[in-house]
């Protein structure tokens, strides 16, 4: 299950775009692409909310296809950044705040 760890720590198993991608769920990704509008003001288009998974070589979802994180991470060669002896570093700083999830699931793939 490693391959459904995003390079940053997001667990793709419980994305709403890998969950919504997956199923085909059309009304979770209209609902996500409403939430997108309501939160950045800017219309999606559906197919840039479909997510196949960071490490899938698939889709990703539109900001996480050219995620800072996500680019350093892979051309270290590394699938997350647990790898990196770096972690924690400033890329991630929007995302590795106190109490993050994916912060925590880096740390556990580093012991």
């Known amino acids: 299950m490693k391959d459904l760890i995003a390079p940053c720590g997001i667990d793709c198993r419980v994305c709403d775009a890998y969950i919504a991608t997956q199923n085909k769920d059309l009304e979770m990704m209209q609902k996500m692409a409403e939430s997108f509008k309501q939160k950045y003001g800017v219309d999606k288009p559906l197919d840039e909310l479909e997510c196949d998974g960071c490490g899938s070589g ?3 979802i539109g900001f996480c296809a050219v995620c800072e994180i996500r680019v350093c991470a892979f051309d270290k ?12 570093c400033e890329k991630g ?3 590795w705040t106190k109490n993050s999830k994916s912060k925590e699931k880096l740390e556990e793939l580093r012991k």
């Not at 060669?77 to 924690?88: K, L, S």
């Open 77 to 88: 060669g590394y699938a997350t950044c647990a790898e990196c002896a770096d972690f924690p």
């Open 93 to 95: 700083s929007f995302i």
């Open 58 to 60: 698939g889709k990703q």
